[in-house]
Nanobody
Framework: QLQLVESGGGLVQPGGSLRLSCAYS????????IGWFRQVSGKEREGVSCISGSGGSTRYADSVKGRFTISRDNAKNTVYLQINTLKPEDTAVYYC????????????????????WGQGTQVTVSS
């Protein structure tokens, strides 16, 4: 059974950095894109970034370009999201999920296109 588990969240001061991890098990995802989303209570889940099966192509929301970097290590069954220069508005629960095709870069980064969601990891940016 496919399972995704996010980790790496925490409380960080503005300007700080975090690296989130999305570890998957139960099935190989080498040929599937993975996406990162975030959600604030009471708001819709927002697409942040996605990466193709090989890691060769990526996509970012405009709000995070230049600060977030997505990567993956298929040998470790893990996708990462490096977040730099954190801002209070980055505070949210961050989720990873599977896009059922190899490349996500040309497709809207919306939650309805993704499945097999993890449980999320909380990121709080505050001084």
């Amino acid at each position: 059974q496919l399972q995704l588990v996010e980790s790496g969240g925490g409380l960080v001061q503005p300007g700080g950095s975090l690296r989130l991890s999305c570890a998957y098990s139960g099935s190989s995802l080498d040929f599937y894109a993975i996406g990162w989303f975030r959600q604030v209570s009471g708001k819709e889940r927002e697409g942040v970034s996605c990466i193709s099966g090989s890691g060769g192509s990526t996509r970012y929301a405009d709000s995070v370009k230049g600060r977030f970097t997505i990567s993956r290590d298929n040998a470790k069954n893990t996708v990462y999201l490096q977040i730099n220069t954190l801002k209070p508005e980055d505070t949210a629960v961050y989720y990873c999920a599977v896009y059922p095709y190899y490349d996500c870069s040309g497709v809207p980064l919306v939650a309805k296109n993704y499945d097999n969601w993890g449980q999320g990891t909380q990121v709080t940016v505050s001084s």
